[in-house]
């Protein structure tokens, strides 16, 4: 157990649709990362937010957003789902302050149908 | 271009037979060097971080180790335990200042009894 928690575990929507994705960091850690997974692809590397602010984009799409809270989990939100959204979505943590391996989560898994 | 290569792509070992991943990468302002091992449908698992050419770092069976160009992850007298994804990713620095991340599209090891 990483000490990384993400919520749902599953989720089936309809395309057009909008849905949030939660992460709780481990205890201690500041930055939080947020990833993309398809089916037979590498991880795709979105967004990270260190200690609430916006830190480093990676390739994200405009449809996609995601913040950090004072308390430090962080929520992927999605909207205009389409059926290529379909993937694990992992959010990661790191110290990020002298420390930057991340631990993951077990992932969400979506499904836009 | 910013690139993380890993080969080979799939790997197959008898149980006891030693073997080294390899990962290549190009990218400028190389901050730090990870690898991580993926269980199917499960998120990365952290194993080790180098930062230097020249670094060696070991745990049980597996010690990775870095050059200016590339990494290896050497794994010693494998068991079907060690059967996974193992992910090579580095953090650089991007154009903006900030961090990048880049994940390889990973190694898949099975390791026969």
């Known amino acids: 157990d990483s000490g990384v928690t993400q919520t749902p575990k599953h989720l089936i929507t309809a395309t057009g649709q909008r849905v949030t994705l939660r992460c709780s960091p481990r205890?201690?850690?500041?930055?939080v990362y947020w990833y993309q997974q398809s089916l037979d692809q590498g991880l795709q590397f979105l967004i990270q937010?260190?200690?609430?602010?916006?830190?480093a984009k990676g390739n994200i799409l405009e449809r996609f957003s995601a913040q950090q809270f004072p308390d430090l989990h962080s929520e992927l939100n999605l909207s205009s789902l389409e059926l290529g959204d379909s993937a694990l979505y992992f959010c990661?943590?790191?110290?990020?302050?002298?420390?930057?391996?991340?631990?993951f989560g077990p992932g969400t898994r979506l499904t836009v149908t | 271009e910013d690139q993380v290569t890993q080969s080979p792509e799939a790997l197959r070992l008898q149980e006891g037979e030693s073997s080294s991943l390899n990962c290549s990468y190009t990218?400028?302002?190389?901050?730090?060097l990870f690898w991580y091992r993926q269980d199917p449908g499960k998120g990365p698992e952290f194993l080790f971080t180098?930062?230097?050419a020249g670094e060696e770092k070991e745990k049980e069976r597996l010690k990775a180790t870095l050059t200016k160009k590339e990494s290896f992850l050497h794994i010693t007298a494998p068991k079907p335990e060690d059967s996974a994804t193992y992910l090579c990713?580095?953090?650089?620095?991007?154009?903006?200042?900030?961090?990048?991340?880049?994940f390889g599209t990973g190694t898949r090891l099975k390791v026969l009894a």
């Open positions: 205890s201690g850690d500041l930055s």
């Open positions: 990218v400028s302002g190389l901050r730090g």
């Open positions: 937010y260190y200690n609430g602010e916006e830190r």
């Open positions: 180098l930062y230097s």
């Open positions: 990661a943590s790191s110290e990020g302050v002298t420390r930057y391996e991340q631990y």
């Open positions: 990713a580095v953090q650089a620095i991007a154009v903006s200042g900030t961090y990048k991340y880049i």
